[in-house]
């Protein structure tokens, strides 16, 4: 269960992801990417690593630090956390699945360098880039065993994801806070890398498919049914992954408008309200009250279409606290405290397309600024391809002043041309599948294949 494509594709993909964060982040001056092979070995290895110039226009490329992690990489056992060996934060991302900053290296508990070369590393984020273990299972992988930390203990046996990489970017002294702005943005593009990682996987799984299937026709027609029936199930999860990008991109326009307006996300003011609230209830049901606080700091990490996102906070949100006050009743000030702060949380989903706020903001040309709030907040259940091709081509306008557009701009195209590979797939299956179980000609077969193959590249 690990990421396993062309030194030379993934290298490609590293780069690109490296030079969006360089180049979106000013006070970030290098990055470097390790892909984490797959258990139980799960070695870690420095696939590129990038330095920006002075003048924030050039990257410099290669490993010119000594390190474990250079290639053939450092498998699990030499960095896990282990009595007797400093601790690595490394380690932390790749067990925990969770990011690690350090903004004050020399108090670093996890500063390697520090504690066995008394080097003062410099300030930097760690952040693990996750793949959902179902999506790892496209094809006939072999059962792997999770790894285990030192005391026996599987990790990753709860959790829903798989670590395929981590992200590290170097910043400038006393520029980086934990949960900062360049953490979240950090984090953010770690999705899309996941993305992308996921999609050449899908794309080289479907090649190496195809050539099996040229070489036995029965073999041909038991892959077909096994592997990649299985893999067209998943179509559902190309359009999952658009919504998150589009969802991203609505982020990224609210942040957007939130900085020219001089104003504070309403999103997460509300939130931090409701929390507080919470906590001044006192004690009492504190299994209630911790769900509902981690339901409402769930709901930051959403990117819903308004809609969607108002019936989350109803169904969500608003229920447990009617539950919570039937059991922990309060007085009519709190409550209305409460329901007026929840009312704002539902209006802010709003703030992206407010007609005033959309009026209000002169830096791109009217009509370009209707298609594009029309394309990232309609509400769609269904995979639209012409949507989506409008949308790309928005993105490919240097006027439309997003941060990631190039990067959005070649995730959305990508999976656009995975969706279109899947149809394809999906239509010569069916049609090689009936023509191997009738028992029709090799030729008839073969031709089919060719077909496949090509509609693959």
Known sequence: MSIEIEKSVLEKACREMIETILF???NAFKGTIYRIGKPPELIAERITSGIIGDGREKISWGFPVKSGYNPPGKPWVDYRDQPGRPLEAMSWCVEKQKSWTSEDPRNDARNLRFQVEGIEEDFHHMEPVLVPKSDLNLNTYPSSEYPRDHKGNIIWKDSEHVVVAVIKIHFHP???KIGSYETRVTKKLSRSLGTELLSYQLRQDSMRAMQQLAKDRLNACNILADSLRNAITKSGLIFSLVKQEVGYLRDQ???????DRKEKNMKVEAI???NEMLIAMGEGYEGLRE??????NKFLELSLPPEKGEKWVIMQIEERWKELFNKCPQDDHKRTMIWQTIDKLRKSLYFGQDPDNIANYDKIPEELKREWVNLIYRNTDRFDPSALKRLIKILGNPVLTIPSREK?????TQLKALAETMSQLERNTNF????VLNGDDNEVVSKILSNISTDSE
Do not use: H, M, N, Y
């Not at 326009?253 to 900085?259: A, F």
């Not at 769900?291 to 409402?296: N, R, S, W, Y």
């Not at 959005?408 to 959305?412: A, E, F, W």
């Not at 090689?432 to 023509?435: A, D, I, P, V, W």
């Open 253 to 259: 326009w609210e942040q957007v408008l939130l900085e």
């Open 408 to 412: 959005s701009k070649k995730t959305l």
């Open 291 to 296: 769900d509902l606080a981690a339901v409402q």
């Open 174 to 176: 006393f520029t980086i």
């Open 24 to 26: 979106c982040l000013p």
């Open 432 to 435: 090689l599948l009936r023509e």
């Open 272 to 274: 931090r309200g409701l």
